[in-house]
């Protein structure tokens, strides 16, 4: 069984960092692309950064370009994801998501929070 | 800046059809964007429902379909169910390796 299980997530100070990270089990985790997709409350989905299987190629949309890290480590089957000067608009639920066929999300965790708020 | 839009919301009666759909502000939805469905209930993570335009995720029932209607993508439900109430996502693969959600479309079925 595919599992997902976000952690990191808190209320964190504009212009403050978090790492969130993602423990994934059940499937061969170096083979997939794996994602962030983010919700506001009471927003939409938002997706925020990809990560290749063999970590080699990373994507960010550009609300978070040059502000978020996402990374992996294989060994660990865990993906990360490195925020940096934090936003208000950064406020989310932050869901790690599993890459299938044909560019689609097919495993969601259940998601953290993330609060910026002073 | 690429737009994905959905009808912010939509309302059926029990036992219709309804069909949502998925545009782009400046073009044509094709095949080419690998359009993929999920739905989300309140509090919890969305689900997978169609994936490369209109295959269904297992488990899905083939009440669910997908396909390109026109310009945009679509997601047909028949034989609405009250537990179908939901928020509806749809999400555009671009060729420069990123993705763009639509703004979701909240369904009533009443």
């Known amino acids: 069984e595919v599992q997902l299980v976000e952690s990191g997530g808190g209320l964190i100070q504009p212009g403050g960092s978090l790492r969130l990270s993602c423990a994934a089990s059940?499937?061969?985790?170096?083979?997939?692309?794996i994602s962030w997709v983010r919700q506001a409350p009471g927003k939409g989905l938002e997706w925020v950064s990809t990560?290749?299987?063999?970590?080699?190629?990373?994507y960010y949309a550009d609300s978070v370009r040059g502000r978020f890290t996402i990374s992996r480590d294989n060994s660990k089957t865990t993906l990360y994801l490195q925020m940096n000067g934090l936003r208000a608009e950064d406020t989310a639920i932050y869901y790690c998501?599993?890459?299938?066929?044909?560019?689609?999300?097919?495993?969601w965790g259940q998601g953290t929070l993330v609060t910026v708020s002073s | 800046q690429t737009v994905v839009t959905q009808e912010p919301s939509f309302s059926v009666s029990p036992g219709g059809t309804v069909t949502l759909t998925c545009g782009l502000s400046?073009?044509?939805?094709?095949?080419?964007?690998?359009p993929s469905w999920y739905r989300q209930t309140p509090g919890q993570a969305p689900r997978t429902l169609i994936y490369?335009?209109?295959t269904r995720s297992s488990g899905v029932p083939d009440r669910f379909s997908g396909s390109i209607l026109g310009n945009k993508a679509a997601l047909t439900i028949t034989g609405a169910q009250a537990d179908d109430e939901s928020d509806y996502y749809c999400?555009?693969?671009?060729?420069?390796?990123?993705?763009?959600f639509g703004g979701g479309t909240k369904l009533t079925v009443l």
């Open positions: 998501v599993k890459k299938g066929v044909a560019a689609s999300f097919d495993y």
């Open positions: 059940g499937f061969s985790f170096s083979t997939y692309a």
């Open positions: 990560i290749s299987g063999s970590g080699g190629d990373t």
């Open positions: 400046s073009g044509s939805v094709s095949a080419s964007y690998y």
């Open positions: 490369n335009a209109n």
């Open positions: 999400v555009l693969y671009m060729s420069t390796g990123t993705w763009v």
